[in-house]
């Protein structure tokens, strides 16, 4: 055997997405959620790279950078959203902040 | 080279699945910064070196210590991980998990189905003509980042300023405190 198939790659990438949106959906953490959402971007950054070096071209690692620009400035402003729901609330339970005042 | 993609794939679903069922936030983030090492392997073993480095430097080094840094300021204690075992009840993860695991056998199948008949050799692809392409024909993608990258600069400066304690009353001219009297 030499090589892996892409399916391979690409099923990878598809049960580390999974396993990020069901995170997701079932925590109510502030922190989870933020660590599930970087789980759900790094695998697309991991079927980018699949992608890229199935066809033997460097575009799947530029796009990569793009992904990898994106997480960082995903995981800033939305730490900073959680030093705020700590400071107000005293708590990390996102539906505590479920109600508007207008 | 398959051996090394397999493997490092194997532990990171496993570490990804300890980041969702732990209760401990600081257990689950050292969980995560494995699950991400586990992929920088995946990378240098598909043949992304330049990647595989960068998922080890930018995500392993700087965003989870980001990540450690706040989970230190939030000074979490057992409470929380008694908080977090109460809100993990079954009732709480069947539904979403049944959702996401048919999503992903959907996805499986349609993978399956597909018929790529692709194979990953696992020739390098150097930092080098990576580069060439990104400040070539991508150069409106570095500077998009680069935008985007300040808009995250200014929003999380702007939204994690918590307020300011009280000041005593200034006096404008001389910058003198006021005299209580």
Redesign the interface.
């Known amino acids: 055997m030499s090589g892996v198939p892409m399916e391979h790659g690409l099923v990878l990438a598809a049960i580390l997405f999974a396993l990020g949106l069901a995170g997701l959906m079932f925590r109510r953490n502030m922190v989870f959620i933020l660590m599930s959402l970087e789980i759900m971007l790094n695998s697309a950054g991991l079927a980018f790279i699949v992608g890229g070096t199935a066809w033997g071209q460097p575009e799947g690692q530029a796009m990569f950078l793009l992904v990898i620009t994106l997480a960082a400035a995903e995981a800033s402003v939305g730490l900073a959203l959680l030093l705020q729901l700590n400071h107000r609330f005293k708590t990390l339970d996102t539906d505590a902040a479920s109600r508007m005042r207008g | ?2 051996v090394a ?2 493997l490092s ?1 194997l532990v ?2 496993l570490a ?2 300890g ?2 069922t732990n209760t401990n ?1 600081v257990h ?2 050292l969980y ?1 910064i494995v ?2 090492i586990a ?1 920088a392997i ?2 240098f ?4 070196p ?2 595989g480095a ?2 080890i430097i ?2 392993a080094g ?2 989870m210590v ?2 450690v840094f ?2 230190m ?2 000074n ?1 204690g057992e409470s ?1 991980v008694a ?2 075992k109460a ?2 009840t079954p009732k ?2 069947l ?3 049944v ?3 048919v ?2 056998l959907t ?2 199948a349609t ?2 189905l ?1 018929d ?1 008949d ?6 390098t ?1 150097t930092a080098k ?2 580069g ?3 400040f070539g024909p ?1 150069l409106l ?1 570095i500077e ?2 680069a935008m ?2 300040l ?3 200014v ?3 702007h ?2 300023r ?1 307020s300011a304690p009280e000041k005593p009353a200034m006096n404008k001219e001389t910058g003198a405190r006021k005299e209580h009297s």
């Open positions: 080279m398959e993609f397999y794939g990171a679903v990804t699945l980041v969702i936030p689950a983030l995560l699950s991400l992929v995946v990378f073993a598909l043949g992304a330049f990647a960068l998922e930018v995500y700087a965003i980001l990540f706040v989970v300021m939030l979490l929380v908080q977090e809100w993990l709480a993860w539904g979403p998990s959702l996401a695991a999503l992903l996805l499986i993978l399956w597909g790529i692709k194979v990953i050799e696992g020739d692809l003509e990576v060439t392409t990104l991508w993608i998009l980042a985007l990258l808009a995250a600069l929003t999380a400066s939204v994690g918590l």
